[in-house]
Every structure is written in structure tokens, then in C-alpha cells.
């Protein structure tokens, strides 16, 4: 079936600094991948919604220069955590549909900020 | 808004049937419903989706009523590892439309 692999699964970075997450579709093509954010004891929160070749979009409320996608080839979304603070401590998560019917998630990112 | 609606909490024993409900009485015509079920600190793990039909797969069973507006996830013999929160959603299936999340409902297996 089909995969998103998502790395790293945690990082631990010191306040101020940008940490880079990736999101890969490894046996399909992904024009579009979703950005996610859960803290804890909360459901899913959509970030963005990251589109090959062309600007992310945004939900309200989520700054984009603070969170930076970039969806570089039809099987790679990154987003990158810009000047973290500890505030941006959560757990984040990809997916991607597949075009037909389903969508699936990576494993998801810890990210701790100190 | 939320589009569906699931309590909040369910247990269930060891080798019993989990029946998870979820209503949705705004569905759309072209809307499926699918379920998903999340382990503490793991990504959503899809389990079955269907648009008006009943389904089965090899993890559960899917009963959607005939006007659509609520659906029961089955899972037949409920183990210690079923332990979860379990999210319904509905979404259009294709376009690459998203996936918004509601509350969910966190099933406790116990022995």
C-alpha cells in the first residue's frame, strides 16, 4: 500500500534556531501534501496545504514565515520551523493523498524546543 | 465546524465487538466517510473508508446508514492494541482535498 515517510521523528533544537521536517510519498506521486499540528490531548490541526510548484496555503491563524513549506518534486514536502521558540514544542504531521480515494499519514515529527 | 459528531469516550473488553459510532447529518452527496485511529504519538493509521455501501477489510467493518447521516465502525475482536483515539471524518475523496479532524473518540480496551 501506499507510504509517506516523514523524518526526522523527534528533534530537540535550542530556541531561535530552524528545524527542517520531510515528508516523502514513496510509490506515488503527491501534488499535494498537508501539513498538521497536534498538541497534546488535542486532534489534528491542518496547517497548510503544501501544492508542488506553486505556493503553499495557509489556515488562518498559522504564519507563514514562521512556518515554511516548500514542495520542491512530486514526492518531497519539507517544512521548516522558523526561529523556534519553545511555544512551537508540538507534534507535527504530513500526509498525502493519493489522488483516488485514500490518504495517508507519515509517522509524524516531535518537535522539542529548549 | 465540525462535520462530525462521536463521543468523546468508549471501553470496550478484551475479544468483544468495539462499535464506535458517528454522526454526520451534513454529509454531502459526493462525501465519503472514512475512519482513521491514532496511537499515542504515532501518525493517523487509515482504516476503512466507504461512501454508502457497508464495508469490511481485514481490520474492521464499516455500517453506514441508508440516509447516510450516521456510520458505525465495527471492530470485531477488540485487542489491547486497539487501544486508540479513533477520528470519522468525511471528505470529498478526490481533487486532493484535505482532512480536517474532529475530537474523536478515545476507546479504552481493557482486559
Known amino acids: 500500500g501506499a507510504v509517506v515517510s516523514q523524518h526526522p521523528s523527534w528533534v530537540i533544537c535550542k530556541s531561535g534556531t530552524s528545524v527542517k521536517i520531510e515528508c516523502r510519498s514513496l510509490d506515488f506521486q503527491a501534488t499535494t501534501m498537508f501539513w498538521y499540528r497536534q498538541f497534546p490531548k488535542q486532534s489534528l490541526m491542518l496547517m497548510a496545504t503544501s501544492n508542488e510548484g506553486s505556493k503553499a496555503t495557509y489556515e488562518q491563524g498559522v504564519e507563514k514565515d514562521k512556518f515554511l513549506i516548500n514542495h520542491a518534486s512530486l514526492t518531497l514536502s519539507t517544512l521548516t520551523v522558523t526561529s523556534a521558540h519553545p511555544e512551537d514544542s508540538s507534534f507535527y504531521i504530513c500526509s498525502a493523498p493519493t489522488g483516488r480515494e485514500k490518504l495517508f499519514f507519515g509517522s509524524g515529527t516531535q518537535l522539542s524546543v529548549l | 465546524d465540525a462535520k462530525t459528531t462521536q463521543p468523546t469516550s468508549m471501553d470496550c473488553a478484551e475479544g468483544r465487538a468495539a462499535n464506535l459510532p458517528c454522526n454526520h447529518s451534513t454529509i454531502s452527496g459526493n462525501e465519503y466517510v472514512y475512519w482513521y485511529r491514532q496511537i499515542h504519538s504515532q501518525g493517523p493509521q487509515y482504516i476503512i473508508h466507504?461512501?454508502?455501501n457497508n464495508e469490511t477489510n481485514e481490520m474492521a467493518s464499516l455500517i453506514i446508514t441508508e440516509d447516510r447521516k450516521s456510520s458505525t465502525l465495527i471492530l470485531p475482536h477488540a485487542t489491547l492494541r486497539d487501544t486508540a483515539v479513533y477520528y470519522c471524518i468525511v471528505r470529498v475523496a478526490f481533487n486532493n482535498n484535505d482532512m480536517r479532524f474532529g475530537a474523536g473518540t478515545r476507546l479504552t480496551v481493557k482486559p
Open positions: 466507504g461512501l454508502k
